[in-house]
C-alpha cells in the first residue's frame, strides 16, 4: 500500500516504507491531476515533506491513459526530479529547495477513512489538502481529520462557495473550541476552502479577450495586470506603475513561444529587473495599470435580455403583422374624424366595435360612415388570424421556455465555449459577467452547466464536438475565439484542428495538461496558422500554487498566468521576514523572485483578515470607507515589522519567503 517515487534519488536518514513520517509533514489528498500538481508544488517549489494518498487504479478523468494514478504520479515527480537535477549540474542550483527532503510517500485507498488518514500520519501533519472532485468526500474527510487532529492546517476543494463558507466557518469553531486562546491569525489560517475552477475561470476567460487584463481584488481594490502587444516600431507604450512580465512575444514574432517553467531563455520573464526591462525593446510586456474601486458583484446577465420580452415571446412576421393591423385601424380613427363631427374617443370607441364586427350596420348613415364601417369589417377579418397566431406563439413560447436555446441566424463576433463541467460552468459566468456573447457546446444533456445556461438563455448545441456539423452549428465561421475546456485534452486538441480548418484565423485557447504537450500543440499550430493566436491552458498548473500556499498558512489574493507561467499576489506580514524586514522598497525588491506592490497603512488592530474579500458596504447606504493599501510607494521607504504588504512573486520567490517562516498551529 504505501512506496515512494522510484526516480528521485535516495538521501541519508529517509524513512523507510512502512514507517511513520516525521512531525510536520504534508498530505495531499485527490484524485485527479491537481492532486498530483500540488505535491509536485509543495515538494520541489517548498522543499516540504509530503505523502500523497491517490485512489488504487486509472484516473477516472484520463480512461484512455494506461498508467495508474500512481503512475502517473510517479511519471510527473520523476520528470521533476530530472529538471531539478539538470538545473543543479548547470550551476544555477545553489540554492536547492529540495536538499535534505526526502521523496513524496506515495499511499493508495479507495476513501481518506480514519485508518488510512493515521496511516498517513495526520495527527503529526502540518497541513492536510483535500482536493477531490467529489465535495461529499473532502467534506467527509475534512471533519474526520478536524476530529483526529483539532491543530490541522485544513485546506479543502469545494466548487459550491455558499457550502463552504459554511464549513469554513465549522471547522474554524471546531479549531477554536480545541484550543483556547488560539492567535486569531492562526484561527483564520487553519481552514482554507478553495475552487479550482474559481481559480482558473478568470484567466481562462480572458485567453478568449484580446488585451484582456487579469483582475486582482485586494480590500475592495482592483490591481489590473494588463498585457500589452509588442510595440510596433517608433511607438512608446504607457509603463504603467510598473512592469510585471516580459512576454515572450517581440515585434518580429508577435506569437511567441507561449513559454513554460521547462523554456529557458525562449519563456517568459517575470518581475524582471529595470535594467532587464528598459534593454528588451520591442518585447511584449504585462504591466500593473491603475487602480480602481471594487464594485460589488453583479449577476452574469442573460442573452437576449431579463424576463420574456415581446422579442422571444412573438416571432417578427407577427409583430410586423400586429403594427399593420393597428395603423389601419388608426387610419379608420383619422378618416372618422374628418368625414364626421364625432368626437375622438367616439370615433374610436365606433371603429373598434366596427372591428370586432359587434357594431348595428349603418343603414341610415351618410355613404362615409357606411364606408369606413365596411373597411373596419375587412381590418377585422385580418385581426382574428392575428390573434389566433399570436395565441399559438404563445403557448409555443411557454412549452419551450425550459429548452435550450438555439444559435440565432445572425449572431457573429461570439465565443465558441466547449464543456458544460465545473471549469466551463465558472468560465461562462464570467464570459456572461463581461458581457461576451457566448454560444456552448455540449455532449452530455445533464452536464453541471446546462440549468445555468438555459436560465441565462445561453444558446446550446447538444453534440459530439468530434463529430462534423455540430461546430458549424455553434457558427464557428462567424466567431471570435473558441475555448475548448473539456477534460480531455485529445478532445480539445481535435475540436481547435478541425475550427482551424474551417477558420483559419480563429483566435484559440485550449485546456492542456501537459507542459511537453501543450509546447508541441502550439509549435505546430504556430506553424501551419502563423497569423492566429492561440493559448493553452492547463486548470491544475493554474490551481496548484494556491492551494499550496494556502498550505503554508499564507493568503494569496489571486494567480495571472504568464503564458504558461504563474504569477501570485499575496499577502504577508513584514515581521519575521528578513528580506523585507528593516529594508527600503527598492532594497526589498529582488528581480525574478519577488516584488512589494502595496502597503497596508491600517493599524493591525483595524485591519480586514482577508484582503481578498470585498469590504461590506455601509448598511445605509453612504459611501464606502477609503482603503488602507497604499499603492504609490516611495522607494526610499524603509518596511517595518508591523507592516502588512502585497507583493508580486514567482512561485519559487514566494516559497523562499515562506521557507524562513513556517508557521504552523501551536501543538499543546
Given at each position: 500500500?504505501?512506496?515512494?517515487?522510484?526516480?528521485?534519488?535516495?538521501?541519508?536518514?529517509?524513512?523507510?516504507?512502512?514507517?511513520?513520517?516525521?512531525?510536520?509533514?504534508?498530505?495531499?489528498?485527490?484524485?485527479?491531476?491537481?492532486?498530483?500538481?500540488?505535491?509536485?508544488?509543495?515538494?520541489?517549489?517548498?522543499?516540504?515533506?509530503?505523502?500523497?494518498?491517490?485512489?488504487?487504479?486509472?484516473?477516472?478523468?484520463?480512461?484512455?491513459?494506461?498508467?495508474?494514478?500512481?503512475g502517473r504520479a510517479a511519471?510527473?515527480?520523476?520528470?521533476?526530479?530530472?529538471?531539478?537535477?539538470?538545473?543543479?549540474?548547470?550551476?544555477?542550483?545553489?540554492?536547492?529547495?529540495?536538499?535534505?527532503?526526502?521523496?513524496?510517500?506515495?499511499?493508495?485507498?479507495?476513501?481518506?477513512?480514519?485508518?488510512?488518514?493515521?496511516?498517513?500520519?495526520?495527527?503529526?501533519?502540518a497541513a492536510l489538502a483535500?482536493?477531490?472532485?467529489?465535495?461529499?468526500?473532502?467534506?467527509?474527510?475534512?471533519?474526520?481529520?478536524?476530529?483526529?487532529?483539532?491543530?490541522?492546517?485544513?485546506?479543502?476543494?469545494?466548487?459550491?462557495?455558499?457550502?463552504?463558507?459554511?464549513?469554513?466557518?465549522?471547522?474554524?469553531?471546531?479549531?477554536?473550541?480545541?484550543?483556547?486562546?488560539?492567535?486569531?491569525?492562526?484561527?483564520?489560517?487553519?481552514?482554507?476552502?478553495?475552487?479550482?475552477?474559481?481559480?482558473?475561470?478568470?484567466?481562462?476567460?480572458?485567453?478568449?479577450?484580446?488585451?484582456?487584463?487579469?483582475?486582482?481584488?485586494?480590500?475592495?481594490?482592483?490591481?489590473?495586470?494588463?498585457?500589452?502587444?509588442?510595440?510596433?516600431?517608433?511607438?512608446?507604450?504607457?509603463?504603467?506603475?510598473?512592469?510585471?512580465?516580459?512576454?515572450?512575444?517581440?515585434?518580429?514574432?508577435?506569437?511567441?513561444?507561449?513559454?513554460?517553467?521547462?523554456?529557458?531563455?525562449?519563456?517568459?520573464?517575470?518581475?524582471?529587473?529595470?535594467?532587464?526591462?528598459?534593454?528588451?525593446?520591442?518585447?511584449?510586456?504585462?504591466?500593473?495599470?491603475?487602480?480602481?474601486?471594487?464594485?460589488?458583484?453583479?449577476?452574469?446577465?442573460?442573452?437576449?435580455?431579463?424576463?420574456?420580452?415581446?422579442?422571444?415571446?412573438?416571432?417578427?412576421?407577427?409583430?410586423?403583422?400586429?403594427?399593420?393591423?393597428?395603423?389601419?385601424?388608426?387610419?379608420?380613427?383619422?378618416?372618422?374624424?374628418?368625414?364626421?363631427?364625432?368626437?375622438?374617443?367616439?370615433?374610436?370607441?365606433?371603429?373598434?366595435?366596427?372591428?370586432?364586427?359587434?357594431?348595428?350596420?349603418?343603414?341610415?348613415?351618410?355613404?362615409?360612415?357606411?364606408?369606413?364601417?365596411?373597411?373596419?369589417?375587412?381590418?377585422?377579418?385580418?385581426?382574428?388570424?392575428?390573434?389566433?397566431?399570436?395565441?399559438?406563439?404563445?403557448?409555443?413560447?411557454?412549452?419551450?421556455?425550459?429548452?435550450?436555446?438555439?444559435?440565432?441566424?445572425?449572431?457573429?463576433?461570439?465565443?465558441?465555449?466547449?464543456?458544460?463541467?465545473?471549469?466551463?460552468?465558472?468560465?461562462?459566468?464570467?464570459?456572461?459577467?463581461?458581457?461576451?456573447?457566448?454560444?456552448?457546446?455540449?455532449?452530455?444533456?445533464?452536464?453541471?452547466?446546462?440549468?445555468?445556461?438555459?436560465?441565462?438563455?445561453?444558446?446550446?448545441?447538444?453534440?459530439?464536438?468530434?463529430?462534423?456539423?455540430?461546430?458549424?452549428?455553434?457558427?464557428?465561421?462567424?466567431?471570435?475565439?473558441?475555448?475548448?475546456?473539456?477534460?480531455?485534452?485529445?478532445?480539445?486538441?481535435?475540436?481547435?484542428?478541425?475550427?482551424?480548418?474551417?477558420?483559419?484565423?480563429?483566435?484559440?485557447?485550449?485546456?492542456?495538461?501537459?507542459?511537453?504537450?501543450?509546447?508541441?500543440?502550439?509549435?505546430?499550430?504556430?506553424?501551419?496558422?502563423?497569423?492566429?493566436?492561440?493559448?493553452?491552458?492547463?486548470?491544475?498548473?493554474?490551481?496548484?500554487?494556491?492551494?499550496?500556499?494556502?498550505?503554508?498558512?499564507?493568503?494569496?489574493?489571486?494567480?495571472?498566468?504568464?503564458?504558461?507561467?504563474?504569477m501570485l499576489f499575496a499577502?504577508?506580514?513584514?515581521?519575521?521576514?528578513?528580506?523585507?524586514?528593516?529594508?527600503?522598497?527598492?532594497?526589498?525588491?529582488?528581480?525574478?523572485?519577488?516584488?512589494?506592490?502595496?502597503?497596508?497603512?491600517?493599524?493591525?488592530?483595524?485591519?480586514?483578515?482577508?484582503?481578498?474579500?470585498?469590504?461590506?458596504?455601509?448598511?445605509?447606504?453612504?459611501?464606502?470607507?477609503?482603503?488602507?493599501?497604499?499603492?504609490?510607494?516611495?522607494?526610499?521607504?524603509?518596511?517595518?515589522?508591523?507592516?502588512?504588504?502585497?507583493?508580486?512573486?514567482?512561485?519559487?520567490?514566494?516559497?523562499?519567503?515562506?521557507?524562513?517562516?513556517?508557521?504552523?498551529?501551536?501543538?499543546?
Amino acid at each position: 500500500m504505501l512506496g515512494f517515487v522510484p526516480p528521485l534519488p535516495q538521501q541519508p536518514g529517509r524513512p523507510q516504507p512502512g514507517r511513520p513520517p516525521a512531525t510536520g509533514h504534508m498530505i495531499v489528498c485527490g484524485d485527479d491531476a491537481l492532486a498530483r500538481r500540488l505535491a509536485v508544488e509543495l515538494r520541489f517549489v517548498y522543499g516540504e515533506r509530503v505523502t500523497l494518498l491517490l485512489p488504487p487504479g486509472r484516473d477516472a478523468n484520463s480512461p484512455e491513459t494506461p498508467l495508474t494514478q500512481r503512475g502517473r504520479a510517479a511519471a510527473l515527480f520523476g520528470r521533476m526530479s530530472a529538471a531539478m537535477n539538470r538545473t543543479a549540474a548547470t550551476g544555477n542550483g545553489g540554492n536547492d529547495t529540495n536538499a535534505g527532503v526526502e521523496a513524496v510517500r506515495i499511499m493508495e485507498a479507495p476513501e481518506p477513512s480514519d485508518d488510512v488518514l493515521e496511516e498517513a500520519g495526520v495527527d503529526r501533519a502540518a497541513a492536510l489538502a483535500l482536493v477531490y472532485d467529489d465535495d461529499e468526500r473532502n467534506i467527509r474527510a475534512a471533519l474526520t481529520a478536524r476530529r483526529l487532529n483539532p491543530r490541522l492546517r485544513l485546506v479543502i476543494r469545494l466548487y459550491n462557495r455558499k457550502l463552504g463558507q459554511h464549513l469554513e466557518e465549522l471547522l474554524d469553531q471546531a479549531a477554536a473550541v480545541a484550543m483556547p486562546g488560539i492567535d486569531p491569525a492562526l484561527l483564520d489560517a487553519s481552514t482554507t476552502v478553495l475552487s479550482d475552477a474559481d481559480t482558473a475561470a478568470p484567466a481562462l476567460a480572458a485567453t478568449a479577450l484580446t488585451g484582456s487584463s487579469k483582475i486582482i481584488q485586494a480590500e475592495g481594490l482592483l490591481l489590473r495586470a494588463a498585457e500589452r502587444p509588442p510595440p510596433r516600431p517608433g511607438e512608446t507604450l504607457d509603463p504603467g506603475l510598473c512592469t510585471l512580465a516580459l512576454l515572450s512575444s517581440t515585434t518580429n514574432d508577435p506569437a511567441g513561444s507561449e513559454g513554460s517553467d521547462s523554456s529557458g531563455a525562449e519563456g517568459p520573464e517575470l518581475l524582471p529587473s529595470e535594467e532587464t526591462v528598459a534593454a528588451a525593446e520591442g518585447r511584449g510586456t504585462v504591466v500593473l495599470e491603475a487602480i480602481s474601486r471594487a464594485d460589488p458583484d453583479r449577476p452574469a446577465t442573460r442573452m437576449g435580455g431579463r424576463g420574456a420580452p415581446l422579442a422571444q415571446v412573438f416571432s417578427r412576421r407577427l409583430r410586423w403583422s400586429a403594427l399593420g393591423v393597428a395603423v389601419a385601424a388608426l387610419s379608420l380613427v383619422v378618416a372618422s374624424l374628418l368625414t364626421t363631427e364625432d368626437t375622438a374617443v367616439h370615433s374610436t370607441y365606433l371603429t373598434l366595435l366596427d372591428l370586432l364586427g359587434m357594431n348595428d350596420p349603418a343603414e341610415k348613415a351618410p355613404a362615409a360612415r357606411q364606408i369606413i364601417q365596411l373597411l373596419s369589417g375587412i381590418a377585422g377579418l385580418l385581426l382574428l388570424p392575428l390573434l389566433i397566431a399570436a395565441v399559438l406563439e404563445a403557448f409555443g413560447t411557454l412549452r419551450t421556455a425550459s429548452s435550450l436555446r438555439r444559435p440565432p441566424r445572425g449572431l457573429s463576433g461570439h465565443v465558441v465555449l466547449l464543456g458544460l463541467g465545473k471549469i466551463g460552468t465558472r468560465v461562462l459566468v464570467r464570459l456572461r459577467e463581461l458581457d461576451i456573447p457566448v454560444v456552448v457546446v455540449e455532449e452530455d444533456p445533464d452536464a453541471r452547466g446546462i440549468p445555468l445556461a438555459r436560465s441565462m438563455h445561453v444558446p446550446t448545441v447538444l453534440g459530439d464536438v468530434t463529430q462534423e456539423g455540430v461546430l458549424e452549428a455553434a457558427k464557428i465561421r462567424r466567431a471570435h475565439a473558441l475555448l475548448a475546456l473539456t477534460s480531455i485534452d485529445t478532445t480539445n486538441l481535435e475540436a481547435t484542428l478541425y475550427a482551424r480548418s474551417v477558420k483559419p484565423d480563429l483566435r484559440v485557447a485550449l485546456r492542456l495538461y501537459d507542459d511537453e504537450f501543450a509546447t508541441a500543440v502550439y509549435r505546430t499550430l504556430r506553424t501551419a496558422h502563423p497569423q492566429a493566436l492561440t493559448r493553452s491552458r492547463s486548470v491544475s498548473h493554474l490551481a496548484a500554487p494556491s492551494f499550496a500556499v494556502a498550505m503554508m498558512g499564507r493568503q494569496i489574493l489571486g494567480a495571472v498566468p504568464v503564458e504558461r507561467k504563474v504569477m501570485l499576489f499575496a499577502a504577508l506580514e513584514v515581521a519575521g521576514h528578513p528580506q523585507l524586514e528593516g529594508r527600503t522598497v527598492q532594497q526589498a525588491f529582488q528581480a525574478r523572485s519577488w516584488r512589494v506592490l502595496a502597503i497596508d497603512a491600517t493599524p493591525p488592530a483595524d485591519r480586514i483578515p482577508d484582503l481578498a474579500a470585498l469590504p461590506p458596504y455601509p448598511p445605509d447606504g453612504g459611501a464606502q470607507p477609503p482603503s488602507g493599501l497604499v499603492w504609490d510607494l516611495r522607494p526610499e521607504y524603509v518596511l517595518r515589522a508591523q507592516d502588512r504588504v502585497v507583493i508580486a512573486a514567482t512561485r519559487r520567490g514566494l516559497a523562499e519567503l515562506l521557507r524562513r517562516q513556517r508557521s504552523v498551529l501551536p501543538q499543546q
